[in-house]
């Protein structure tokens, strides 16, 4: 197993996190991401799912008709 001192420097050349580094930190560093992802992925799925709700009133308007 490595020592600590060791792993910090190799994470730190990894561009990984410190061990020091906090989780507000790592959730502040990945924002853009989350914005850039994951915010458009949930209203790209709300989206579809409106899709197919409204085509499933259409179906039904079409067979009562």
Known sequence: ????????????????????????????????????VVEPLDQAKQAESDVFKSAERQKKQAEEL
């Open 1 to 36: 197993m490595l020592p600590v001192s060791c792993l910090s420097v190799c994470l730190a050349a990894c561009g990984g996190s410190q061990p020091d580094a906090t989780a507000a930190d790592a959730a502040q560093k990945n924002k853009p991401v989350y914005e850039a």
